[in-house]
């Protein structure tokens, strides 16, 4: 009996097949006087050739299954074509989310070890300015070099109907790719991917978001676009920074959105909020949307009605999930505005839905140490907030050479794992989950513990407030509660009697919910520290050490 073969580079072919001629992806070459974007399209006929050809092409410079990939290159037509080459020879591609910072990147590189690097010429003279941290590469390609282009090119010349490259039979449970968790809590870990779970992921989303073959995605997450040849989407790649993508123009992405008839994107809220903004001040629906994934942090309300006035015909949804396990959860714009908002206001958390089909969640006691066996006890009751675990076929099994991480993460439950996500929530009587923040960032009082999504939507509520954070001074369990304030733009007090009324406001606003009536402490500084992928995670142990604090969780 045959085995059955996992690897998302299939679909490839699937489309060729199926739909040649249909777009693949655009790619933005320049623009013209009037604004109107000028692409380089490619079909899935042609991408599938391409793949092919880069396939053969890697092999050639011995890289073959199991070898491990940095991949250093910029979305677009490389991207694509290197990644899902590397899936197509069983290669193991690691992406590291360049602006995560010089440090934390050569962090993740020495954990990962990579064997090949493929990149652009900065990604190369980067290995050897940096070259202790990537002593086990063997193998360099850059794809900016004449031998690559003029190996690709001849593969492409002399390809038939005969010499198409077999995908290497992989298994669900080969390793696919690393990713890289943000490290917004923590130093970035590497999360080891097989083929099974992006396999599971791709019909998940398919089959819960209704995606229909010939859509077209505007991923402003370049990982994202790795899904949309196995969903039969065209990619319209965004023209912005990877490293930076909150500093996206949002003209660009409006433009983009109605030149090319865009269905479909996912991005955080701190590039949606910018578009929202845009859209409003220049009286513009998204009128081909028929949905906005947004996710990377909790959502503010308002950003969420106002995407939904602009969606004629779509919905906006805030998925659930970690790089660890994607999606958990999922809700529309229009469970949130009818059923959820008004309990966020009053300091319930944030809703982020019910279980998308075939995941498990339950919610544990709080422990910080490592729990090796799942057991019926952990659970408590509906209703009670403690730790997020789930389990489920999207759910990795463990981090790439981190085994005390893994340990911590990880609980065994027979053949199957959960995964501990470190986020603390509860689920209501009608089965929707419930974010109401990090467990490393709980603030333990000596009345309680306070929870930071559940406090600082009642302070987010000012007018005059962007976002708030908060962190507690003093001794671990007798922490005095405190809250960080960023104001919006213009907003910025001018003198210390402007500070003094905003904190009045503030301190009058928490004393209206039970959770909040005691906190006291108000600091106002004009940024936030967030993190870079998503610009919206705020580093809340970051600005505790700022402010002489002591989170010291033994």
Request: aromatic share 10%.
């Amino acid at each position: 009996m045959k085995e059955e073969l996992f690897n998302v580079a299939r679909y490839i072919s699937v489309m060729a097949k199926q739909d040649p001629h249909l777009c693949a992806i655009m790619d933005p070459l320049h623009r013209e006087p009037n604004g109107n974007i000028i692409y380089n399209e490619l079909t899935f006929l042609e991408l599938d050739k391409y793949c092919d050809a880069v396939s053969r092409y890697i092999c050639e410079c011995n890289i073959g299954r199991s070898t491990r990939v940095l991949i250093l290159l910029k979305p677009g037509l490389n991207f694509l074509f290197i990644s899902f080459a590397l899936f197509k020879i069983g290669a193991v591609p690691i992406f590291i989310d360049p602006g995560m910072g010089v440090k934390n990147f050569l962090k993740c590189v020495i954990n990962s070890q990579p064997e090949a690097l493929i990149g652009a010429s900065k990604a190369h003279w980067f290995s050897r300015i940096f070259f202790p941290y990537f002593r086990k590469l063997r193998v360099r390609i850059n794809v900016e070099g004449y031998k690559f282009v003029s190996a690709v090119d001849n593969f492409l010349s002399r390809r038939s109907k005969d010499n198409s490259f077999n995908i290497v039979p992989t298994s669900s449970d080969d390793p696919a790719a690393i990713l890289f968790t943000s490290g917004s809590t923590g130093p970035p870990k590497g999360v080891s991917y097989e083929h099974g779970v992006f396999e599971a992921q791709v019909n998940l989303i398919r089959e819960h978001y209704d995606i229909k073959r010939g859509e077209i995605d505007f991923p402003m997450l370049p990982i994202f676009s790795l899904f949309n040849p196995a969903l039969g989407m065209t990619t319209v790649v965004p023209e912005m920074n990877p490293s930076r993508p909150a500093t996206i123009d949002p003209r660009k992405v409006v433009e983009a959105i109605k030149q090319c008839g865009v269905t479909n994107s996912f991005g955080s809220p701190a590039i949606w909020a910018k578009v929202a903004q845009y859209c409003n001040a220049n009286n513009i629906n998204l009128s081909t949307m028929k949905r906005v994934l947004i996710a990377g942090a909790p959502v503010p309300l308002q950003l969420i009605e106002k995407l939904s006035k602009l969606l004629t015909k779509g919905f906006v949804y805030t998925p659930y999930g970690a790089t660890e396990c994607l999606p958990i959860t999922s809700i529309s714009s229009a469970e949130i505005n009818k059923e959820t908002a008004h309990l966020t206001l009053q300091g319930k958390g944030t809703c982020v839905g019910r279980p998308v089909p075939g995941l498990i969640i339950r919610i544990i006691k709080i422990y910080e140490k490592a729990i090796e066996e799942w057991c019926d006890r952990l659970e408590l009751p509906q209703g009670s907030i403690g730790e997020i675990i789930v389990k489920g076929a999207v759910t990795t099994k463990k981090y790439d050479a981190l085994k005390e991480q893994t340990k911590l993460a990880k609980i065994n439950d027979g053949n199957a794992i959960w995964h501990r996500t470190g986020d603390l929530g509860y689920i209501d009587n009608v089965g929707r989950l419930w974010f109401c923040g990090r467990k490393v960032e709980r603030v333990h009082t000596a009345t309680g513990e306070l929870y930071t999504n559940c406090c600082e939507a009642i302070y987010n509520q000012h007018s005059g407030v962007f976002r708030t954070a908060l962190i507690g001074l003093g001794q671990y369990h007798e922490l005095i509660p405190a809250i960080v304030v960023e104001p919006e733009k213009g907003y910025f007090p001018k003198n210390s009697l402007e500070r003094q009324r905003l904190i009045t406001e503030l301190k009058k606003l928490g004393q209206g919910c039970q959770m909040t009536k005691d906190i006291n402490q108000f600091f106002i500084q004009k940024k936030l520290p967030v993190d870079i992928r998503h610009n919206a995670k705020i580093h809340r142990l970051t600005l505790a050490r700022k402010y002489n604090l002591s989170f010291s969780y033994k």
